[in-house]
C-alpha cells in the first residue's frame, strides 16, 4: 500500500507541477510579495497530496515563537518535507539556494520568480558577500530568508555541518533568528520514493536574538538546540 499511495503521488505531482509552473510564469508582472503568494499555492497543494494521498500530516509546535517582522529561519534539511511545509506555515519567505535549481524545467523557473537567494556555492568568500547583501535586501523588502544550514538533505538520524551563512546574516542584519527542527526523515527519507504514513513534527524555537553575538556563537545555539529538539521528536 505504501508503494502505491507513494507512486500515486509521484504520478499526481509530475502533473501538477509543470501545470502550476507554468501558471507561475505570468506573475512575472507582480510585485514580489504578490508573486510568492501565487506561486507558494504549489506547496499547499503538495502538502495537501502529501496528506490526502500518502497520509502524511503535520503537526506544529512553537508556532507562537514566529516573530512578527522578517526573521532568518535556519531549519533542518531531511527531505524535500520541509521546502513545502515551511511555505505553509512561516509568513512570505526566499530560500538560500544552489543556482542550478533555477535551471530545472517548471520548477526552477517559478522558483526564479520567488526571489531566491541564488548562489554559486564553489565562490565561498565571493557567495557569503552575495548571501549578506541580498538577504538583507530581501528583510527589508518584507520576506523571512530560509536557510538550511546543513547545506543539504540529511538522512534521518545523521548530523551534517552546520556552515555558519545563516549566522553571519544574522550577526550583520541584526534579524532574530528562528531555528527550526522536524523529523520529516521518519517518514520521506531522503532521496527516497517511499512516502510512509504518519504525522511529521515540526518544532519552532525561541527566536535567537544576535545583539552582541558573533557568527559562530549564533550558529553554535542553532545547532545545539536543533539537534537536542530532534532527539526529543524521535
Same mark, same amino acid.
Given at each position: 500500500?505504501?508503494?502505491?499511495?507513494?507512486?500515486?503521488?509521484?504520478?499526481? @505531482?509530475?502533473?501538477?507541477?509543470?501545470?502550476?509552473?507554468? *501558471?507561475?510564469?505570468f506573475t512575472f508582472p507582480f510585485d514580489a510579495l504578490t508573486r510568492y503568494r501565487i506561486i507558494s499555492g504549489l506547496a499547499y497543494s503538495m502538502m495537501w497530496l502529501l496528506r490526502v494521498v500518502c497520509g502524511i500530516r503535520m503537526e506544529v509546535r512553537g508556532k507562537e515563537n514566529i516573530p512578527q517582522e522578517p526573521c532568518i529561519i535556519l531549519c533542518k534539511h531531511q527531505s524535500a518535507w520541509e521546502t513545502?511545509?515551511?511555505?505553509?506555515? *512561516?509568513?512570505? @519567505?526566499?530560500?538560500?539556494?544552489?543556482?542550478?535549481?533555477?535551471f530545472l524545467p517548471f520548477f526552477g523557473w517559478g522558483l526564479a520568480l520567488t526571489s531566491?537567494?541564488?548562489?554559486?556555492?564553489?565562490?565561498?568568500?565571493?557567495?557569503?558577500? @552575495?548571501?549578506?547583501?541580498?538577504?538583507?535586501q530581501r =528583510?527589508?523588502?518584507?520576506?523571512?530568508?530560509?536557510? *538550511?544550514?546543513?547545506?543539504?538533505?540529511?538522512?534521518?538520524?545523521?548530523?551534517?555541518?552546520y556552515k555558519i551563512g545563516g549566522a553571519m546574516l544574522g550577526e550583520s542584519s541584526g534579524a532574530l533568528v528562528v531555528p527550526v527542527a522536524?523529523?520529516?526523515g521518519k517518514f520521506w527519507g531522503r532521496q527516497s *520514493?517511499?512516502?510512509?504514513?504518519?504525522?511529521?513534527?515540526?518544532?519552532?524555537?525561541?527566536?535567537?536574538?544576535?545583539?552582541? =553575538?558573533?557568527?559562530?556563537?549564533?550558529?553554535?545555539?542553532?545547532?545545539?538546540?536543533?539537534?537536542?529538539?530532534?532527539?526529543? =521528536?524521535?
Open positions: 500500500m505504501v508503494f502505491v499511495r507513494s507512486l500515486i503521488f509521484l504520478l499526481l @505531482q509530475l502533473i501538477w507541477t509543470p501545470i502550476y509552473a507554468t *501558471f507561475s510564469l513545502f511545509a515551511l511555505q505553509t506555515v *512561516f509568513p512570505p @519567505q526566499v530560500w538560500v539556494l544552489k543556482r542550478e535549481l533555477l531566491p537567494i541564488a548562489i554559486n556555492r564553489s565562490k565561498g568568500k565571493e557567495a557569503m558577500k @552575495q548571501l549578506r547583501e541580498q538577504g538583507k =528583510l527589508a523588502a518584507g520576506f523571512c530568508v530560509v536557510v *538550511f544550514p546543513e547545506g543539504t538533505r540529511m538522512p534521518y538520524g545523521k548530523r551534517g555541518k522536524h523529523n520529516a *520514493f517511499l512516502k510512509y504514513p504518519g504525522t511529521v513534527i515540526m518544532s519552532i524555537g525561541k527566536p535567537i536574538n544576535p545583539k552582541g =553575538l558573533k557568527a559562530d556563537e549564533i550558529n553554535r545555539q542553532v545547532e545545539d538546540w536543533i539537534e537536542t529538539e530532534i532527539g526529543k =521528536l524521535n
